[in-house]
């Protein structure tokens, strides 16, 4: 069990995580509860509901890929 911080655009995030062989579950997801601009905030919403269903990982040099049994995945890549 890992734990992971970030932030969704608008608030900071964290929980925890267990990964393996490409399977990925990611538990106790909190966020603080700032109100930002209402596009950020749709986008945090989808990126953070996304999160806590994702269920595969895929890496691939720096970038990092994570889909939800549905297939729906999110990308993240270094900021040049």
């Known amino acids: 069990e890992d734990r992971l911080s970030g932030s969704g655009g608008c608030n ?7 990964a393996q062989a490409g399977a990925i579950a990611v538990r106790a997801l909190g966020a603080t509860e ?6 950020v905030m749709r986008q945090e919403g989808a990126f953070l509901a996304l999160l ?21 995945s999110i990308e993240f890549t270094p900021a040049v």
């Open 34 to 39: 700032r109100a930002c601009d209402e596009a």
């Open 52 to 72: 806590a269903k994702a269920a595969r990982y895929e890496r691939d040099n720096a970038r990092l890929i994570l889909a939800d049994e549905t297939g729906r």
């Open 12 to 18: 900071t995030l964290s929980a925890v995580y267990e």
